[in-house]
DNA sequence: GTGAAAGCGCTAACAA
DNA sequence: TTGTTAGCGCTTTCAC
């Protein structure tokens, strides 16, 4: 009689079904897995013997059920559309698989309740450390993150006082780094096209920043000077056009990030105004791109904690897995993108 | 006697909690959460008032034990750091989280062993479904893919006759339409900048699109003129340095990327090539940044399926979220970007 | 419509 | 060093 082969139903293979192939009970199978140096060789090489053979992989879901450690980090970013966020959350993502762990990502576009959502998402999926993009976050937020006692750590920004995990850059000593730089030009009448400030305290802050510079040269940053504008090209283009268009228009423009520089050297070239020239503009953050600049934009160091892994280092040392972490990353520098400063003209700009 | 209040050691809420407080059992609570509508209005009332009180969230690891399933998808792309699989990403990331879903990220920064990790990381995980970059994997991870049925899908590119749930587009007929485009203005001497193949169909696919052109042109696309780089603009400054140092330069390049276009035309603008008049250039893709190149580049439509969402309205379907999928995001437009084309010179390229 | 009880696959005391 | 025994918090038959 012809035995009938039946492919079995891909059941899932189980610790008891490796333990019983090894002869030995679950709980050793399961500490072969986990505390390998707690069992004697013979045992723990028939255990893996048998595991390897039965292409055996461990239950994340149950492990983390059993042990409420999901090894599972959750970042809550603004958009990956914006090239920064999404090479932070990129090197992020390195530092964090390095250690073992894996990465959840939500965006929110802005949004401080999307942000709430997603946090409370990630809390019940039982992630063990969170990462939130800036200072200014919902107080229900908030609230979660203290109740929870979750390890988690703000980035981008830092202010002094703080006593929350942050990393990052002051962004308002930025602004105010800028704004300086210009002032020793010779500037003193200077525009900004800023990020749009609403649910963005990085934004808000070099805003701060400049102003108050402005403030103890005994200079003023007059409303018509500020626009706020998308990170974007046509966010730049824009916001030169407004500046210009008013009826004393600024020697200097302070972009909110490369991407605005781009878009309002683009529109300088457009209309014939020589950068720098006749109007000198400055960028912010060390994007790779920003060297399509012309003229090519300085550059000025600014110091940055923790650039390198996004706030991952801080969060693993949370979570107490201190041994493989090397203290050398732990700072590195944030470039901040300057037009060479000419010293300001009477200028064509009015046209 | 002053009573002393213990701050509680915030011990978890449980379904227990809230059924007890609710005055049912721990069943008739999970109910109340998954099938409303099996219950009696008057006690669905009083499970959803205690657990709104206690504050209740679900714990998403039990259920997914008990389940089976984790509403978590899991996607491993090349790298964040490259702008295209960044916004892809985060399409996907947006489409999912409307369903209910959270999106895991790991990179394998084209490294295909990384990927198959990757992907065993995601599946011990517990993910219900996967999303891959290009259509070129290793055959482990071939193999985990079928003997576990994971639901996936395999994304930016597309080939005839594959077999397997692909999105995105076909890059080789991409290619050979940009030769084409090429030879149509009259150029018979085209090199290309393109990405590096290892690893990456996308780049192999898109160069083979123009060496086919090319032969069914009768012409040849010569060694000499072909070199690889990467998808930066560094990447395009090299190649076109590369390609303009041979003995007889080509009259047209091809670039991998919009990123290498780039490039390529900053390196000809400092070399005073005049483009499109002594050199043609043409990009690939759609990144809005590409609008700085200058000269501007013209565009060609070339279709994409579902470059939208990235794979995650296939992935939702095959998960069975059908209802709530709106058919028309289905198809969308990836744009091609050539420069307008002269024809050939001669020229001073060999200076 | 609701409850009791049996798991999902694993880890972690506690014993032996 | 290894095994036994309880769970982790939820869903899901199967009775009632």
């Given at each position: 009689m012809a035995k009938i082969t039946h492919t079995n139903p891909r059941r899932r293979i189980t610790l008891d079904d490796i333990a019983r192939k090894a002869g030995v009970s679950k709980a050793t199978a399961s500490r072969a897995l986990?505390?390998?140096?707690?069992?004697?060789k013979s045992t723990l090489e028939r255990v893996r013997r048998a595991s390897k053979l039965m292409g055996y992989v461990s239950h994340g879901v149950a492990r983390a059920l059993a042990?409420?450690?999901?090894?599972t980090i959750g970042a809550v970013i603004p958009t990956l559309d914006n090239a920064i966020y999404a090479v932070s959350t990129g090197s992020l993502e390195r530092r964090l698989e390095q250690a073992g762990y894996l990465l959840l990502v939500a965006c929110h576009e802005f949004n401080l309740h999307t942000e709430t959502k997603a946090v409370r998402a990630f809390l019940g999926r039982g992630i063990d450390g969170i990462v939130l993009v800036g200072l200014a976050h919902a107080p229900e937020t908030i609230r979660l993150l203290d109740e929870t006692r979750i390890p988690y750590v703000l980035t981008w920004n830092i202010r002094p006082g703080i006593r929350r995990p942050v990393v990052g850059f002051n962004n308002r000593n930025a602004g105010r780094v800028i704004a300086e730089h210009l002032l020793r030009l010779g500037h003193r009448r200077i525009g900004m096209i800023a990020g749009i400030t609403k649910f963005n305290d990085r934004a808000a802050d070099r805003l701060a920043g400049v102003r108050q510079a402005l403030l103890d040269a005994g200079l003023r940053l007059p409303s018509e000077l500020v626009v706020e504008h998308p990170y974007s090209l046509d966010g730049g283009t824009e916001g030169l056009a407004l500046l210009l268009s008013r009826q004393r228009p600024p020697t200097a423009i302070i972009c909110g990030n490369d991407i605005i520089a781009l878009g309002a050297l683009r529109e300088a070239h457009i209309r014939n105004i020589n950068i720098p020239r006749e109007l000198s503009v400055t960028g912010f953050d060390d994007m790779p791109i920003a060297e399509l600049g012309n003229p090519p934009l300085t550059t000025v160091h600014f110091p940055m904690v923790e650039v390198g892994t996004h706030g991952g280092t801080t969060l693993l040392r949370a979570l107490g897995e201190t041994e493989d972490i090397p203290k050398t990353e732990l700072s590195l520098r944030l470039v901040v993108r300057k037009s060479t400063g000419p010293p300001p003209s009477r200028s064509k700009l009015t046209r």
């Open positions: 986990t505390l390998p140096d707690k069992l004697s042990t409420g450690k999901t090894h």
